[in-house]
C-alpha cells in the first residue's frame, strides 16, 4: 500500500532553536494529518493535526504546514526544550477511517 | 484527563501460546483500534472496530489474530498461537467524533514478549 514517510530518522537541535520535522506521504486522498510524540516507553501522543482544506495551523509552540501540491508536511517546534526530545510520527487518515503512520524521526534536544 | 488504559504492560509467553491484551477505552469514544510498533520500528495499524464490528483490517491482522469488545468498557485483542514475530509493543487507541477531528487517543501499550 501506499506509505507515509520521513526524510530524516534522527534530528540533533541545541536547546532553544527551532525545530523542523518533515515528512512526505503518497495518498493525495488523505484528508487529515496528525502529528504524535512518543516518548521512550510510552504510547504516541497527540500533538497537532490539520486537514486538508488547510495549509498551516498553529499550537502552543507548534506549527503544522501541509504543502498538497507536493504532499509535505512539516512539524515546526519553536524554542526547542529537553523535554521536546522524543520520537515525531506524522499520520495520515485515508478516505474512511484508516490511519498510517510514518516511520518516525527522533528529536534529540543538546542542553 | 480521559485517557486509554492498557493490561497488561509486559506480557511474556511461550510461542504457540494464546494471548489476551485488553484496553479500556476512553467512555464516550465510539471508534477503537489496535497498532503495534516492533521495537524501533513505525506504529502499524492492525485493526479498527466500529458499531460493535470490526471496519477496517490490515494483512497483519490475519486468522491468528481477534478483537472483541464483550462488554461496555473492554476491548481486546486476542492472539490464538502467538510466533517469534510478534513480539512488539501493542498500542490500543480511540477516537470519537467531534467537529470533524478524529483524533486518535493511545494507551501507554502493552509489551508483549514470545519466547
Known amino acids: 500500500g501506499e506509505s507515509v514517510g520521513l526524510h530524516l530518522p534522527t534530528l540533533s537541535v541545541q536547546e532553544g532553536d527551532n525545530s523542523i520535522i518533515n515528512c512526505a506521504y503518497s495518498?493525495?486522498?488523505?484528508?487529515?494529518f496528525i502529528w504524535y510524540k512518543q516518548e521512550s516507553g510510552k504510547g504516541p501522543q497527540f500533538i497537532i493535526d490539520?486537514?486538508?482544506?488547510?495549509d498551516k495551523r498553529q499550537g502552543q509552540r507548534v506549527t503544522v504546514l501541509l504543502n498538497k501540491t507536493v504532499k509535505h508536511l512539516s512539524l515546526q517546534i519553536a524554542a526547542t526544550q529537553p523535554g521536546d526530545s522524543a520520537v515525531y510520527f506524522c499520520?495520515?487518515?485515508?478516505?474512511?477511517?484508516?490511519?498510517?503512520f510514518g516511520t518516525g524521526t527522533s528529536l534529540t534536544v543538546i542542553p | 484527563e480521559p485517557e486509554v488504559t492498557q493490561t497488561p504492560s509486559h506480557q511474556v509467553t511461550q510461542m504457540g501460546q494464546e494471548v489476551i491484551l485488553r484496553c479500556v477505552p476512553i467512555?464516550?469514544?465510539?471508534?477503537f483500534y489496535w497498532y503495534r510498533q516492533i521495537l524501533g520500528q513505525k506504529v502499524e495499524f492492525l485493526v479498527s472496530?466500529?458499531?460493535?464490528?470490526?471496519?477496517?483490517k490490515s494483512e497483519i491482522f490475519d486468522d491468528q489474530f481477534s478483537v472483541e469488545r464483550p462488554d461496555g468498557s473492554n476491548f481486546t485483542l486476542k492472539i490464538r498461537s502467538t510466533k517469534l514475530e510478534d513480539s512488539a509493543m501493542y498500542f490500543c487507541?480511540?477516537?470519537?467524533?467531534?467537529?470533524?477531528?478524529?483524533?486518535?487517543?493511545f494507551g501507554a501499550g502493552s509489551r508483549l514478549t514470545v519466547l
Open positions: 472496530f466500529y458499531n460493535n464490528e470490526i471496519s477496517e
Open positions: 490539520i486537514r486538508s482544506n488547510m
Open positions: 499520520a495520515e487518515q485515508y478516505p474512511g477511517n484508516q490511519f498510517y
Open positions: 467512555s464516550n469514544h465510539l471508534y
Open positions: 495518498n493525495s486522498a488523505s484528508d487529515y
Open positions: 487507541a480511540s477516537s470519537g467524533r467531534s467537529s470533524g477531528a478524529n483524533v486518535l487517543t
